[in-house]
């Protein structure tokens, strides 16, 4: 009767119990299953580098629409690299090549060991590379020449001896099993540096020692302890930004939902912040030169990061990873756009703000009190742009930031902005450019980028005025012709007569004194009384009735005051040919104001050349633009003060040494594994009458050296990979082993593949 225990260790339910553990194991480990999460994390990263990490969330609604933003938020695209979903198959991958590594390793490392000597001789004749045949020498000399050859040709070899022969075994290339390993090994690295080096102890620490991100705004010294990450924070990453002159010390992680501080063990002093350019004007280098004052020992050290040079202190890396405003101060001359009000200075800095009163006395005289805030946003000192494509016609809607396109293309039209053209490229610095914001009582606000210095574009010398209405549009250009000084105020003036009705009657006077023939004076009250409507429509002194086809239109003034009075007024037949004549007047009319304007000054009159055309044709474009410039003023950047401001990225990286240490063994693996194939050889040596095989666990018997017969060699090689190479070298072998074979004797053909 049996007495086996049905619960024992090895019983069936036992086997079923683990089964499913087994399989799951199995799974974790295959190869479809690292490669198919390495292909997922591959994926991702491309996402993470594609979509910019870690921006204000009102960004992404500019950039995607608040549908897919709001999407795109709950996927975790946002912050892909620290999102759970990532990190979770982050740990999967790591997990399933540690199961890999942990499983093949044994079978591994015993295969180094062994040289698999014990292999049958008849087993040989089923290998696809294979040879045979019979040596003149004893089997003792043919193992010793057998041996001399492998060790000539860089082959490890051991010999067994058995009863009615010696099998030798060779083996060659064995370091492609270390590749596997090594490859293997690096992706575990890699993947726990990264792990490392990210947010994922940052928000370790603030979830066990109850950190919060903050949100807010204010001075960084004001920061409560709950959002300061500790001095002993193991791995960070973060942003510093000194002024020139200033110290810093609290770098700032940017998080999903805010910032985090963390303070650092040393202050960095900026001493000053280096920029140099090429002849072009692009810059060929950025450099800061910095003091480091640590705050344990008082000690300094002066030292310089560059791009792709870091500094290393107290195991912190200092990059320099941009540059910024550090308070600049500014001097702006404000010319009113509206009423008859003077020019004024307002000054500022970079950063800050003041409050404006549009004070310029209307029609009635008196001044409007409706308040702005001027938020001064930046200061650019160097503007480099491409002029070698001024030629190109623009292509309407194409519009991007005019600091990453060709002027001569993006201005084309007066208010417009166009694409890059394909022609070579002229790069040209056009000098400084302010940024400014004019904020509403109600927090509206609009983007305004006006440059100092005139640009010459189309033979004519404009000053560029550009504004947007949110960040995610591109900057429209008022150009505004420069006079004979190469200033602004010639055109202003001829802006503020043109708003002033006693000045555009003595100009429309003027005009019609010139324009009369000396025989028709009759009529001189007709063309008065039409070139004064004309101007005044111009001016937009006078409402225009909207046409019937469209009567939502009402137009402020300029050239589209008058399309939409000839549409109104004028019979389709005869709009081209009144058209016509109303734009002569008009600049006839807007010659005299602006000769009326220059004797106020005390300037002579406009000449008759082409200069004069080509500004008096600018200025008629830019006064009529100017009707809907949506702003009371004009601030141009009178003076300056740089203060620049360098922006480091400061790092605490352990897990850099795996990364770099998974690198190494990266590609030690992958060449390993590609360009060494492990190759093991066996050769069969017995005396040519000697019988048929033994068992291999047969006691030795040492055999006679044999008679004058010889010795019969059989030789088989096995390999990881068939290749030329492998051909080549086995029949090279071959050849070694048989050159003075028996001439009956004849090498067994291969198999075909």
């Known amino acids: 009767m049996s007495t086996a225990q049905p619960n024992g260790p090895f019983s069936e339910p036992a086997r079923s119990a683990t089964r499913p553990m087994r399989e799951l194991l199995d799974l974790l480990a295959s190869m479809r299953f690292a490669i198919t999460l390495l292909s997922v994390i591959c994926i991702a990263s491309v996402i993470g580098t594609v979509v910019k990490q870690h921006e204000p969330y009102n960004n992404y609604v500019n950039q995607f629409g608040p549908f897919w933003a709001e999407v795109f938020d709950k996927v ?13 198959i982050l740990a999967f991958l790591v997990i399933s090549t540690s199961l890999c590594i942990a499983r093949n390793t044994p079978k591994i490392l015993s295969d180094l060991k062994s040289y698999k000597e014990g292999l049958r001789e008849q087993a040989m004749r089923s290998f696809h590379h294979k040879a045979e045949g019979r040596l003149a020498l004893a089997p003792a000399a043919a193992l010793t020449r057998v041996n001399e050859l492998l060790v000539a040709h ?9 009863a009615n022969g010696t099998m030798v075994a060779a083996r060659k290339g064995m370091a492609n099993k270390i590749g596997y390993l090594a490859a293997h090994s690096s992706i575990v690295l890699i993947c726990l540096g990264g792990l490392l080096d990210g947010d994922l102890v940052v928000r370790a620490q603030m979830a ?24 002993a924070n193991p791995t960070y990453r973060g942003n510093l930004l000194v002024t020139e002159g200033g110290r810093a010390g609290t770098a700032v992680i940017s998080m999903s939902d805010g910032v985090v501080l963390q303070d650092l063990p040393f202050d960095v002093e900026l001493k000053k912040f280096i920029v140099e350019y090429y002849e072009t004007g692009m810059p060929k280098l950025f450099a800061s030169e910095i003091v480091i004052h640590d705050r344990d020992s008082g000690s300094t050290t002066a030292a310089t990061v560059k791009v792709n040079e870091p500094v290393f202190h107290r195991g912190v890396a200092l990059y320099q990873s941009s540059f910024d405003d550090g308070g600049s101060q500014l001097t702006l001359r404000a010319l009113p756009l509206k009423g008859r009000g003077e020019p004024f200075t307002v000054q500022g800095a970079v950063g800050g703000s003041t409050r404006l009163t549009k004070a310029p006395a209307g029609a009635d005289g008196q001044a409007d009190a409706e308040a702005l805030t001027l938020e001064f946003t930046g200061l650019r000192v160097i503007n480099v742009e491409n002029f070698g494509d001024a030629e190109t016609p623009q292509a309407a809607g194409s519009a991007t930031d005019v600091r990453k396109v060709d002027l001569a293309n993006t201005l084309d039209k007066h208010l417009g902005s166009g694409v890059k053209g394909s022609r070579d490229k002229l790069l040209r610095n056009i000098g400084p450019s302010v940024s400014y914001k004019l904020r509403d009582a109600s927090g509206q606000a609009r983007e305004f980028n006006n440059y100092m210095l005139p640009v010459e574009l189309d033979g004519q010398r404009v000053f560029l005025a550009g504004v947007r209405e949110t960040p995610a549009e591109p900057f429209r250009y008022l150009r505004i012709p420069a006079d004979e000084q190469g200033a602004i105020d010639g055109w202003w003036r001829m802006a503020g007569a043109l708003r002033d009705e006693t000045l555009r009657d003595k100009a429309v006077r003027r005009y019609v004194a010139k324009a009369t023939p000396p025989d028709k004076p009759q009529m001189a009250e007709q063309l008065f009384t039409t070139a004064q409507r004309a101007l005044a429509l111009f001016a937009g002194a006078e409402p225009v009735r909207a046409s019937a086809a469209r009567p939502q239109d009402n137009a402020l003034g300029g050239l589209p005051a008058l399309a939409q009075f000839v549409e109104a007024s004028v019979p389709e037949g005869e709009r081209a040919r009144i058209s016509e004549v109303l ?5 006839g009319c807007l010659l005299e104001l602006a000769n009326l304007s220059r004797e106020q000054a005390g300037q002579p009159p406009l000449g008759s050349d082409e200069a004069t055309q080509r500004f008096m044709t600018q200025a008629v474009l830019s006064l009529s633009d100017a009707a809907f410039y949506p702003a009371p003023m004009l601030l141009q950047l009178g003076d300056f003060k740089q203060v620049q ?24 693996g992958v060449f390993a594994m590609l360009y060494i194939r492990e190759r093991r050889l066996w050769i069969w040596l017995a005396p040519a009458d000697a019988a048929a095989d033994t068992p291999n666990d047969s006691p030795a018997k040492p055999h ?6 010889g010795t019969k060699l059989q030789a088989a090689l096995s390999t990881t990979r068939r290749t030329l190479d492998t051909d080549a070298e086995f029949d090279m072998l071959k050849t070694a082993l048989l050159h003075d074979a028996a001439p009956a004797a004849a090498a067994a053909p291969k198999d075909t593949p």
Do not use: C, M
């Not at 109850?210 to 001095?231: F, N, S, T």
């Not at 734009?583 to 600049?587: D, K, P, S, T």
């Open 76 to 88: 975790g695209l946002y912050a892909v690299y620290s999102a759970g979903w990532f990190l979770l």
């Open 583 to 587: 734009l002569r007047i008009v600049n």
């Open 154 to 162: 860089g082959w490890q070899a051991r010999a067994q001896v058995r």
């Open 208 to 231: 066990l020692l109850d950190k919060k991100a903050y949100a807010g705004g204010g001075l960084i010294a004001d920061v409560k302890p709950e959002h300061r990450l500790p001095l």
């Open 645 to 668: 401001a360098s922006v480091f990225q400061v790092a605490r990286a352990p897990g850099k040494t795996l990364v770099y240490l998974g690198a190494v063994l990266l590609i030690v």
């Open 704 to 709: 006679a050296e044999g008679p004058a017969g």
